[in-house]
């Protein structure tokens, strides 16, 4: 069976347009590649769109509740940034717009943001703890079975103790785990 050769693009429907769009240009650095009453369609690489947004008009009275991942529907879109570095300069940059995540999380596998866009749709910010393998097997044992979600951290405390140069290890994982040696994991 063939696969798909990569993730090509979202599209939101939404009553906050210019909300999205404004919050989606800024947290991803994104441009646009084309834009109407109707339709937006923003990029952040040279792939020619990765979001669209389509408006569906004016707000309906009363106002939809912001998901943030309840109920039916997309949870979350996760994006894996390549280190904890890259992670720390983003969270620091996104903050400075008084954007903040809404849930970071020590998963084990991976070390989360997770971000609200003005709908409530959640994006979750990555980086990779793990090769594959050892991922899955982190999966697949007791650790994972009795907290498969994981724990909650504070990103500025994070940022501070990284910043201060503190082992990258105790960072990054759950007090359930041994802060084992990041060899695969680029500061």
């Known amino acids: 069976m063939a696969v798909p050769s990569k993730f090509a693009h979202v599209v939101y429907n939404t009553h906050r347009y210019e909300e999205m769009i404004d919050w989606y240009l800024k947290v991803f650095e994104a441009r646009v590649a084309h834009r109407d009453d109707t339709l937006a369609f923003l990029t952040y690489d040279d792939e020619h769109h990765r979001f669209a947004f389509r408006n569906l ?6 106002a939809p509740e912001p998901k943030m991942g309840r109920g039916p529907g997309v949870n979350h879109v996760a994006y894996t940034w390549q280190n904890l570095t890259e992670l ?7 903050k ?4 903040v995540p809404v849930r970071p999380i020590r998963h084990g596998m991976t070390l ?7 709908d409530g749709n959640l994006m ?4 990779d703890l793990m090769e594959a393998d050892d ?10 079975d009795a907290n498969p979600i994981g724990e909650p ?5 994070l940022v501070a103790r990284f910043e201060a140069g503190d082992a990258v290890g105790e960072l990054i994982f759950r007090s359930d785990q041994s802060p084992v040696p ?6």
């Open 57 to 62: 008009g004016p707000m309906p009275d009363p």
């Open 88 to 94: 720390v300069e983003l969270y620091k940059r996104l």
């Open 96 to 99: 400075t717009y008084g954007v």
């Open 112 to 118: 989360s943001m997770y971000y609200a866009d003005p």
């Open 124 to 127: 979750e910010f990555q980086i």
């Open 135 to 144: 991922a899955n097997a982190f999966m697949e044992g007791p650790a994972f």
């Open 153 to 157: 951290f504070d990103p500025d405390e």
């Open 182 to 187: 990041v060899a695969g994991i680029n500061v």
